[in-house]
């Protein structure tokens, strides 16, 4: 029989992408070369190439969306007299992350107390 994990799920609306790699620093993954300094024999630790988010693990998933896109309640009308609905973006660089019981979540709570980003209303959601 397969053990039930909580899956808790947290909904993110950055200002821009940029703001969303700041905030979402626990989850990147710095890649490092361990060497022996031969002097000391101390174990040396060496970045290797650029740090990267790390999507999925057996803890959790980040789920990028960007931006978000919706109807303004406005039809247009195009060169061949077809009516649209017209869309714009909503505020906000979008990112859905699950956590699996309690994998990372102080680190997931801390986003949205030092970034403040939660949206009331997310428009896409985990199922």
Known sequence: MTEYVKKNDFYYAFTDESAAATALQPFYHQPVITSVDE??????????????????????????????HEATGVMLTDDEGMEYPEIAPVPGWHVNLRI??????????????????????PHRTWL
């Open 100 to 121: 699996l019981g309690d994998y990372m979540r102080a680190e997931a709570e801390a986003i949205n107390t030092d970034f403040g980003v939660e949206p009331a209303t």
């Open 39 to 68: 002097e000391t024999g101390e174990t040396v630790e060496t970045p290797d190439g650029d740090p990267y988010l790390v999507k999925h693990s057996k803890g959790h998933s980040i789920d990028i969306i960007g931006v978000i």
